[in-house]
């Protein structure tokens, strides 16, 4: 290895010694140099993260340009950077991309010293411990491993001269762009293909609650195709909007090379209080929440940009053969000024922008109904000179709009587009509010305007069992206008719908059925898992609720499933659709003027199995449904007895059962409990093993839990941070009921754990209602004293401490755990 000491520059940047950094060849001071950029010593000033970036790239540039020097990079070589440093995005622990490039003179001799060079540069980094992605070509050679290899093509766009000759280095940068231009259209569908396959991998950045932010859809990675179908001269350079995009999250990527001290390019959920606390001014950001609103903003604008350019470059993609000699795609009438034309939606030649407010609606719904794309060129039209909707509307244009609201997986992408070029937010002035904005639940997959667009598409699956199908619609796309503001969002929303209500023209009853759809949008589902549906006071103070009209119950009814739906995976499941199905029957019952339906009795097979128990004193225990269900009902009677409910939770969470209901009863000393379960693993147990190791449990011969902690140990593998968990209070002043609701995260045995804590406190369940949904639990039990009284503040306060204690807790003691 040559010794690059002796005539090395000295004198680098932000502290490296240039002499004594290359005078024996290693690199330490580089890294030193680099750890003092990021933890500066107190007094110095802490570098935003453009800065950070800036610095990084002078200090590399600097190294390796003194490095090649001393061991000699010259005339007939050249070191030149490609990846991030090629484009001057370097990141604290970003792995080096380099090329010795070389003319490849002289015969075996040029080659073992182009070699040795090459070793002397990159041995240094590696003993370093700097990540390094190496080669060592002539231009010929590394323009033949680009026809082959897409990765290198990508990056020989980004070539850019660090030391030696520059000539050399120019004519690679040259060829490598020809190149790319040339065989672009060969290449095209690989590229495509490619960049499908990483979208899969790695996700929405926009809606990820841990977005890659490098490779993910939406990212850097995007941004830098972006610049590749520009460099193929197929599109326009990235817009300011991208452009911006991009340095938002390059300066993120900064941040969590910083924080983690490492190579990172997903931003978990715990790195955002650090970022924000450490860099919110340089982001432009005031929280966490902020942060994932701007990310979420900057990842739509690029994926809007991306698909746009993708499309266009394939339209542009040069001709050759017969090909060359096909006419133009010819221009396809599909609705009043409106055309397709390449596979886009288009405005006809003759379309009167400026005088057909409806115009932009009719050409939107006429993309969504046909599933094809509507022309960039033809939305930035639109948004120069498309005329303000007169208010009322038209008619015409509010049928425009239910046509594209009801056209279901075709309006989404349609609406994202119309909002990402203004015109979406010009026809509702509303939309601001909601536009990425992050959901504060971890069940939400989407920002909030996204989930109204996704809620508005499951609602389109659904109109034919309604008989407003507008009104539902309509509802489903604000039914969360009102969040993002600082009141309660069914209250504010119930106001927005109002007013745009009668701004689309809608009758005065209309208006008045569409905010009361937005008010009550969560009445029945909370009223289901909240309250008791089979207590007539329920049922009644629905009805009340709702003015006694059934369209308004049918909608609501409608809007809960799309609203679930539209949440996330696992929030509809059919326990939540019976439970709420069975309230909206009873309220019709009483809306139809009839009595509101009592308790549901006992079943026949209940029944039976409550006199077994009676007859023998041993618990007995009844599957409804075979193994090959998603979810059964399980019935176990037992002697009546305090701590029932969390033994039997126990032996349940045992057998690896997940509870969704617990429905609580009671026959002759018996209690008859009903819980509606899904195995977690494999098939379900049978009935004999559940009873055998209920009566074990009942008996003390079965250290319940001991053996729940070791499942657990077992069964639970670590995942994110668990959300703090949370208690709830609601009372009932139609039943007088007292509904404890626990919103934490699932974990083996946790309803047997927090069943016990209530029986500590001299509770008694009268019904539970437990939604699981991903790593996500929210618990409802319906409370009762023995002394069939209220809780007072102090005693909700003991309550509270006991539950959150059995929630949050490894596991609660045993004897706590069999309490009661």
Not at 231 to 244: E, F, I, N, S
Not at 385 to 396: D, G, K
Not at 411 to 417: H, I, N, R, S, T
Not at 727 to 756: C, K, M, N, P, Q
Request: charged fraction near 25%; hydrophobic fraction near 45%; glycine fraction near 10%.
């Amino acid at each position: 290895m040559a010794d690059a000491g002796r005539g090395g520059t000295s004198g680098g940047p932000s502290g490296l010694d240039g002499e004594r950094g290359t005078t024996n060849g290693d690199a330490v001071d580089l890294v030193r140099a680099r750890a003092a950029l990021l933890d500066p010593p107190p007094g110095a000033r802490r570098l935003g993260p453009a800065a950070l970036r800036e610095a990084l790239v002078e200090l590399h540039d600097f190294w390796l340009s003194s490095r090649a020097a001393a061991v000699g990079v010259g005339e007939g070589s050249a070191l030149v950077a490609v990846g991030a440093l090629g484009r001057r995005e370097l990141a604290p622990y970003s792995d080096l991309d380099l090329v010795l490039v070389h003319d490849g003179r002289g015969r075996r001799g040029g080659r073992e010293q182009i070699s040795q060079v090459a070793d002397a540069l990159w041995y240094p980094l590696w003993d370093a411990g700097i990540g390094l992605d190496h080669s060592v070509r002539t231009v010929g050679e590394a323009i033949e491993v680009a026809t082959t290899d897409l990765r290198v093509a990508l990056g020989l766009l980004e070539v850019r001269h660090l030391a030696g000759d520059p000539e050399l280095a120019e004519r690679l940068a040259a060829t490598a762009r020809q190149a790319w231009r040339a065989g672009i259209r060969q290449r095209f569908d690989d590229l495509v293909a490619a960049t499908e396959a990483r979208w899969s991998r790695s996700g929405e950045v926009a809606h990820r609650i841990e977005p890659d932010l490098k490779n993910g859809h939406g990212g850097l990675r995007d941004v830098q195709l972006l610049d590749a179908l520009a460099a193929a001269q197929l599109v326009d350079r990235p817009t300011v909007d991208v452009q911006d995009a991009r340095r938002l999250m390059l300066d993120l990527r900064v941040e969590l090379h910083r924080r983690a001290g490492r190579a990172r390019d997903v931003m978990q959920a715990e790195d955002a209080h650090e970022v924000v606390a450490n860099a919110a001014g340089d982001l432009g950001v005031t929280d966490r929440f902020d942060l994932a609103r701007a990310l979420s903003g900057a990842a739509r604008t690029v994926v809007f940009a991306t698909d746009a350019a993708l499309r266009s470059a394939r339209a542009a993609l040069p001709r050759r053969g017969l090909a060359a000699l096909r006419r133009a795609p010819a221009r396809r009438p599909l609705d009043d000024g409106v055309v397709e034309h390449g596979g886009e939606v288009v405005l006809a030649r003759d379309a009167q922008v400026s005088r057909d407010p409806a115009l932009v609606l009719r050409l939107a719904a006429t993309a969504a109904r046909t599933r094809l794309p509507i022309a960039a060129s033809t939305l930035h039209r639109l948004a120069e000179a498309a005329p303000e909707l007169r208010e009322p509307w038209p008619r015409a244009a509010l049928s425009e709009l239910l046509a594209l609201l009801g056209a279901g997986e075709g309006m989404v992408d349609v609406v994202e587009a119309l909002d990402r070029t203004g015109l979406w937010g010009r026809l509702f002035p509303e939309w601001g509010a909601v536009r990425d904005l992050p959901p504060r639940d971890r069940q939400h997959v989407w920002t909030v305007d996204r989930h109204l667009v996704e809620v508005t598409r499951r609602a389109a699956e659904l109109t034919t069992r309604v008989s407003r199908p507008d009104l539902l619609l309509l509802g489903a796309l604000v039914h969360d206008i009102g969040k993002g503001r600082d009141e309660d969002h069914s209250v504010v929303g119930e106001r927005l719908a109002a007013h745009l209500g009668k701004r689309l023209g809608l009758w005065p009853a209309d208006v008045d059925t569409l905010a009361a759809m937005v008010r009550h949008h969560l009445l029945l589902p909370h009223t289901a898992s909240r309250r008791d549906p089979e207590d007539p006071a329920t049922v009644e103070r629905v009805v009340e609720t709702l003015g006694e009209d059934p369209i308004l119950l049918e909608l609501l009814h409608a809007l809960a499933e799309a609203d679930s739906l539209g949440t996330g995976p696992g929030v509809w499941t059919p326990w939540r659709a019976t439970l709420m199905g069975d309230l909206v029957r009873r309220c019709r019952v009483v809306m139809a003027g009839d009595p509101a339906p009592g308790p549901s009795p006992l079943s026949e097979d209940a029944l039976a199995l409550a006199r077994v128990v009676a007859a023998n004193g041993r618990p007995e225990v009844s599957i409804d449904g075979d193994g090959e269900l998603t979810t059964i009902t399980m019935t176990v009677a037992a002697p009546d007895r305090p701590g029932l409910l969390s033994r039997a939770a126990g032996v349940l969470a045992l057998h690896s059962l997940q509870v969704h209901t617990a429905d609580l009863g009671e026959h002759g000393g018996v209690a008859v409990d009903a819980f509606t379960v899904s195995p977690r693993f494999g098939r379900l147990p049978e009935a004999s093993l559940l009873r055998e190791d209920l009566v074990r449990v009942l008996r003390g011969s079965l250290d319940l839990p001991a053996r729940l902690a070791a499942k657990e140990r077992d069964y639970d593998r670590p995942g994110p941070a668990p959300a703090p968990s949370r208690v709830v209070w609601f009372d009932d002043e139609a039943t007088g009921a007292v509904v404890l609701e626990l919103r934490t995260s699932d974990r083996i045995g946790l309803l047997h754990r927090v069943a016990a804590a209530l029986e500590a406190q001299d509770l008694d369940v009268r019904w539970a209602r437990v939604s699981t949904i991903g790593s996500s639990v929210l618990d409802a039990f319906c409370l009762e004293t023995a002394e069939h009284e209220g809780l007072d503040d102090d005693r909700r306060k003991a309550v509270e401490e006991a539950v959150l204690a059995a929630a949050d807790a490894g596991l609660v003691a045993p004897e706590r755990s069999s309490a009661g």
